[in-house]
């Protein structure tokens, strides 16, 4: 039996993207981060001026589908909600953590551990 490494997760966004013909892009995948990913973007003139643009371009590389979306960039990433924004760093932070996109829960009467998925709910 092989252990089959997952690498790219599903997600919604609580809110979506809307592009100019006013179609909402809620649905896309993102990948686990590479090494270059984390590193390259450090180079970019843009982080180095401001250190927070990081997130902005790590996300761009490892978002690898929104909606019909194509492609995937900075200029798309600065544009989303800033809900959507954090739930996507969270969702980075987790995947390439813990290898999952759900959060670790503990049952509070018996210590039970085990997994949640999250996934944002209508009107949020």
Known sequence: MSDVIKTEFPFELPIGYTDKEGNSHRHGVMRMATAADEILPMKDP???NNPAYLSIIL???VITRLGSLD???TDLVEQLYSQDFAYLQDLHHRIN???T??????CPKCDHRFE???EPTEGR
């Not at 996109?101 to 503990?106: L, R, V």
């Open 59 to 61: 996300l761009a590389r």
């Open 101 to 106: 996109s759900a959060h670790q829960a503990t």
């Open 97 to 99: 953590k813990t290898g």
């Open 46 to 48: 843009r982080v180095r």
């Open 71 to 73: 492609p995937i960039n």
């Open 116 to 118: 949640v998925a999250v």
